[in-house]
């Protein structure tokens, strides 16, 4: 079976980037079908043996036409039998069948927090996929009941494929590297970290509003780093810090090195995840696989990610998160039992088990 990967999002250093570098690499350690990718600009190396790269394509129209224009003419000449995008959008006449990753549907729970571009594209084109897919992927049971219910889909049409944290997300850095980590960005004492999207659902006013408290109610001193891609709602983020006076206690960091990122993790006293919704959440799975004791909200998926491996607070109450991280801070017992139960619950997902579930979802599609 030939399959043609749409990659474009391959080089996007975020969420559905790194869901779809790692699900294609498990893919291939596996796979006997052949992948193609598709992508509309250079994939830095990443293309393997196979690959049909398009001419750049510079603004957001330009994207569109590519996906719904040049795809569908390459699918055909590459006599390509299965289509397949991690990035929840497929070209409306795709002429082979075809199989979408929807990872959640925060802009249409949430569309405060979305652009009127994102919301009118995902809105129209996400549904228009996910009725001419032959099947729908998506990340946990959350997600698929919140799909299933927001188009009317029936069940059997949406699979669950849980992704993973990467191989390289584990608690056996040496401590010499992860202090040569903190020196780089700046980080002298304990820290809480973050890591995600510097705006938006994920509420990081609430944290900020929250680590306010802790900082006021310990002696200890333990500062917040906020790793993660700026937005437009990230000035809003900056002004709070300012108003909140938080000083030399903040360590907002935009552009930290992936390779960086998991001594980063290794070097918290614990991680805090305020989202309001999410599909599957990601970080709190990499914190756990490093080992280091997790405070989360119970919004959308995390429940159902981090079960009973992490501790859960009521999403948008900074009080409650602030009671919670300063428990954790002051409990050595408390950090240990987390960091313990976080690892034993991360190493239930694995992208070996997701590629296996997403190739059998192709040849269920071709049936």
């Not at 009671?323 to 690892?343: C, P, Q, S, T």
Request: hydrophobic share 40%; glycine share 6%.
């Amino acid at each position: 079976m030939k399959v043609a990967f749409l990659a474009r999002c391959l080089t996007h250093g975020a969420g559905v980037g790194r869901y779809a570098r790692s699900l294609l690499r498990a893919m291939r350690r596996i796979a006997t079908d052949d992948i193609l990718l598709l992508s509309n600009k250079s994939l830095r190396g990443l293309e393997g043996s196979s690959a049909v790269i398009s001419s750049r394509c510079s603004n957001f129209l330009s994207i569109l036409l590519w996906e719904q224009v040049d795809v569908p003419r390459t699918i055909r000449r590459e006599g390509v039998d299965l289509f397949f995008t991690p990035d929840f959008v497929m070209p409306f006449r795709c002429p082979c069948p075809g199989v979408v990753t929807v990872h959640d549907i925060s802009y249409a729970v949430l569309p405060r927090y979305t652009g009127l571009r994102a919301r009118l594209y995902y809105g129209s084109f996400v549904a228009q996929s996910v009725r001419r897919a032959r099947k729908v992927l998506t990340v946990s049971e959350f997600s698929k009941r919140a799909i299933q219910n927001h188009f009317g889909l029936d069940e059997d049409k949406i699979a669950v494929a849980y992704p993973a944290a990467d191989e390289k997300f584990h608690p056996s850095y040496d401590p010499a590297d992860v202090h040569v980590v903190r020196q780089k960005y700046g980080i002298e004492d304990d820290y809480i970290l973050y890591v995600g999207l510097l705006g938006g659902w994920k509420d990081v006013e609430g944290l900020l509003r929250a680590y306010d408290v802790v900082r006021r109610q310990t002696d200890r001193r333990c500062d917040l780093v906020l790793a993660g891609r700026t937005c437009p709602a990230t000035k809003k983020i900056l002004a709070a810090a300012q108003q909140l006076d938080l000083g030399e206690y903040l360590h907002v960091l935009p552009d930290v090195d992936d390779d960086d990122l998991p001594l980063l993790y290794n070097g918290a006293t614990v991680f805090a995840f305020p989202s309001l919704y999410e599909g599957f959440g990601l970080p709190p799975l990499e914190a756990m696989r490093c080992g280091v004791p997790v405070v989360c909200t119970t919004a959308g998926a995390l429940p159902e990610i981090t079960a009973d491996a992490a501790r859960h607070v009521a999403p948008g109450q900074p009080q409650e998160l602030a009671e919670a991280l300063l428990d954790v801070i002051h409990n050595e017992k408390l950090r240990e039992d987390l960091a313990v139960r976080g690892l034993r619950r991360s190493l239930d997902f694995s992208w070996h088990k997701c590629a296996e579930k997403v190739l059998k979802v192709f040849h269920e599609a071709m049936a």
